[in-house]
């Protein structure tokens, strides 16, 4: 009985926890609609549009830590915040916006673009991460955020070097402070810069680093900008998992390597994160279906919502689980690395935009 | 130090997001699942 009793209780308490977050996520969820449409004509239109549902939600995350943790029932609920759950599954289901044969097909520019821009963005955020001392999972993370897709890159990273959760929402935390400002600048920027259609879409799909942002600076630069920045946006997506084995292989054999007699094949595959065959199985899976199947976008889109669905579920508990006493631990130092390196990635994507399209 | 530890559960977590990814994506495709969910 007692037994039965002490196994049983962490379950609920977890399903409490599950609980809280699907709470969290609902309310974060309507917020993203209703205060766009509260604020349409007003002032703060801009703002109302512009805040996307990771801010919602992570804010509401930091609200429900705050409330659960002066209540003292914060770490037996913690077993329900399923961070890597929710973001793994849904970065399996973002491999369904993938569509692998319009990479092929229309998209040679934005590959050369995307490879060239991942290698300098990556490698110049990793050189001055170790040049001011940072830890080397936390470099790892804010340099695939930083180079890649945002959140999305930092949770593969995450997964791949074996990350701590703090590190995780510190590099979630970045990525949006960063990408709200550049919705607006960017499309402003390039009108000043005098860029054509095309190049503008080329240079905000390689720069901002969330794929939401991404869309709503397209949107605002114009729909030509629109389609190339996602197609841009998306080549970076598909080089996701391509980074990821690469991390796992770097962390696996040179940075964490353990003792001898763990076969390098089996350590590995103990790290590789598997989400990443998923990734990959949904975009294969994606691509065959909409060249077979007339209605086939309709399908996608149920796809891409359930995929947000599972990314505010990810932002509401990666707010349940932050804990401040890492960020103080790093300081200043992560936010000097990724500043610089987004300076970076506007220059260096502004001048292949401009070389390539 | 008082910070948690690494995480541990890394890989069966890993398998369960792939197997419910899957799923999911089959349902969807399947017509299963309806559309206008998301925000």
Redesign the interface.
Known sequence: MATSEHTRRPVLHAALGVAVVLALSWVA?HL??AVPAATEGTALAGVGAAV??PVYAILLGLLGNAALGATGVRERLSGGF?T??FI??????LG?SINLRVIASAAGPAIAQSVVLICVVFGFSWWLGGRLGLEDRLRALLSAAVAICGVSAAIAAA?AV?????QLAYSAGLVIAFALPSIFLLPVAATALGLDPAVTGAWIGGNIDTTAAVTAAGTLAGEESLQIATIVKVTQNALLGVVAVALTAYFALRVERRPVGVPAARQLW?RF???V??FL??SV??TV?LAHAPGGK?????????R??FL?LAFVSIGLEF?A??LKQAGWRPVGVFAASTAVNVLVALGLAVLLF | MGEPPPRNRGISEDWLAVVVGLLLFALALAGVIPPGLAP
């Open positions: 969820h993203s609609t996307e549902f399923r890597e759950f793994k599954t849904g970065l399996v289901l369904a997964g074996q990350a701590k959760r703090e103990d994160p598997k989400f065959l998923g199985a949904t899976a994606a279906h309709a399908a996608i889109g149920v796809v891409n919502d359930l947000t669905w505010v804990r006493s890492a």
